[in-house]
C-alpha cells in the first residue's frame, strides 16, 4: 500500500486518523508498503490545519472525510489510555453517534491483547467502513514501538516516548526507518491489531 499526505484519486482511497499523529504516520509510513492493498492508498494529510485532535475525537473527521472527499473507507488508530471503559465498541458508537454518524455494525476483533474494530456506518446517504485499531496494551503506541526495538537491538526498552527515544538516539535510527527494517512477523507481534486490520484490507475483505 502507498501512503500519501495530499489527497489523489484512486480505486480505494483509505483515510487515516489518529487521536495523536507524528508518531502514527512514521510508523505507518515504515510498514505500509509491507502490505500489497492493490490500488488502494493510504491517504494521511500532515499539513497545519488537519490536526485531529486527541482520543476520540478524532472520529469526527469521518464525516468531513465522506462529505468532502467521499471517502468511504476509514484506517484510526487510537492509543488505549483513551478508552475508558472495558466495552471499546460501545465507545467508539456512542463518540460516532455524538457526531452525527449513523451506526449499521461493529465487529470486534481480538488481536494478542490488543483489539481492532470494523464498524460500518452511513453518513447521509453515503456508506463507509471504520477499521479502528486500539495500541497498546496498556497505555499507548510506544509499547508496540519498544518491543520492535527490543526485538531488534536485544535490550531491554522502557514502554515510554522518553524510553523510545532513547534507544532510537543511542542507535541512531528513527521510527520510520525501524519499522521499514522490520520483518512482517515483527511487525504482527509487536502492532497485533494493525496489523490485524492492514492483513484485511491487503486481502480486499475491507
Partial sequence: ???VEEFKKAEI???VLTGNGPTEHKVLKGIAKKYDGGKKILYFPRRPG???GSGLSVLKVTKIY???YNIKDFLCLIDREYIKTSITEREVEN??????VEVGSI???LAEGEEALRVEGTVGIHKFILWTAIIGREKCIEENIAKILEAKFR?????TKDGVKSILKKHHVNIERLMASASISKIKASFPALDTILSSLESNEG
Fill in 1 to 3: 500500500m502507498e501512503l
Fill in 13 to 15: 482511497v483509505i483515510g
Fill in 50 to 52: 488537519y490536526q485531529h
Fill in 66 to 68: 465522506v462529505s468532502k
Fill in 95 to 100: 463518540k460516532l453517534r455524538e457526531f452525527g
Fill in 107 to 109: 465487529q470486534k476483533f
Fill in 155 to 159: 535490550e531491554r526498552v522502557e514502554p
